[in-house]
């Protein structure tokens, strides 16, 4: 299960309309309270697309189901279900009882209109975001096994996606441009950070501008995440741009002591080794960019700006303090951590994010060593208490933008603008049509963003 949460938040829209009780004896006249009638012949047509959909293909054809696994959809309060039975290479849809079901996935009548809108509002993007982290969603259920829940959420993701797209047609996504030509350099260097110790780490550049820039991934991914942002020429004309693999992420190796399953996070371990990179590189007063984890860091290495020699901060994602529960599946020795992983934050993204942006998350996210991604989030998850240093953040020296897309339910504009709120001098803005990988999501549209805040730290710098 995600992790539950400690605070509590109605659904926005129309769902904040109704109170989570209203469907508990089945009778309610609201359109969405039979969720199979209220699809009709979209069932149907999911189904029919199921049966060519390459995705659903790759994740279902294996020698290791051996047995039919089934699992329900439907409105809370109804017991007419959806039912999608899970074959070697095969899904079937039909209509049911959730009894017949090894688990359910159970929403409000207006949680499942608001995610059926062909363009849905955060946080309706998707079930994950429905159900909700640190601000948790009324009326959403998992009923039935947890684990079963854990072990086929690639599939359900992707039934709910055709599903969604039978009935109100494909979400309008943009479109990534082609290219065909690269300004990236990669290359190692060892350094020696405080807690990790000596690391032979990768890092990449480009960029010819003056202003220097580093960019710092999420919780168990790497730098690859700003590839769109290092070949953008608006920020290749403008900055000298580096992104690095933190130890034991991405192509960086292993750290000092580490053993398989064992990484984790804290502020000394994070700041010091950007403090070591950056001096390991002769860096002039860099702004540190980065998001999720990484945003988090940068409001800690805004509080530390001369022990790390950081001259500004673009906190993307961040907050001074998220409390929320854990949950283990992400290292679980019973759930495949290369499929859970990538779902568990595949729809904290924009869904109008072009598709092949989106699966380079996913493919980022199966990508990386056992426990790394859980490690990271000993941070993420309260490791990380910024709540009393805010207020003594000098922006003379170090100058704070924080950016938040949109569609982040796990750290929200309004939870960034609480924190930058505290920040003498701080700013903070929303950004449109983007979520919780904001350069990666849509590069293009995160840069124009991206210019503002280093347009902002330069003038208040200078």
Known sequence: MPPRANKKQKTNGAASAAPATAEKNG??????????????????KAAEAGESDGQLKAFTTSNAIDAPATFGIKSSGSPSTILVKVTDGKVEMSTGEAGEALFTLSALP??????????PVAPYQ??????GMNIKQEGIQVQGDQKAFAHWTHVWRRVLELLHDAYAGPTPADEEPEVDEDHIVGRYTYITSPVWGKCKVFYEQAGEGEQEVVFLH????????????????RMRSKCRMT???????????????????????TEDSYVGCIAAFVAKLGLNKPIIC???MAGQVCLAIAARAEEVGAGGTIPLQGSDYLNMERQWNDRSPYVNQALFNPEWIYGMMSPTAPLKNRQLIWHLYSAQAYGIFHGDLDFYFGGWDGRSRMAG??????PVYMLTGEYDWSNTPAMSQATCDKIPGGKHQAMKGLGHFPATENPRVFVGYLLEAIDHIQKTRA
């Open 27 to 44: 009778g309610s006249t609201h359109p969405w309270a039979d969720l199979p009638a209220a699809l009709g012949e979209a069932v149907t």
């Open 110 to 119: 207006e949680q499942w209109g608001e995610f059926m809108k062909e363009t």
């Open 126 to 131: 998707s079930y994950w975001g429905m159900f």
């Open 218 to 233: 999420t919780a168990g991914s790497d730098g690859r995440q700003y590839h769109g942002v290092l070949n953008d020429e």
């Open 243 to 265: 992104a690095l693999d933190l130890p034991a992420h991405g192509r960086s190796f292993p750290y000092e002591g580490y053993w398989p399953g064992m990484h984790t996070n």
């Open 290 to 292: 980065g998001a999720s």
């Open 393 to 398: 953040i000098d922006t003379a020296k170090c």
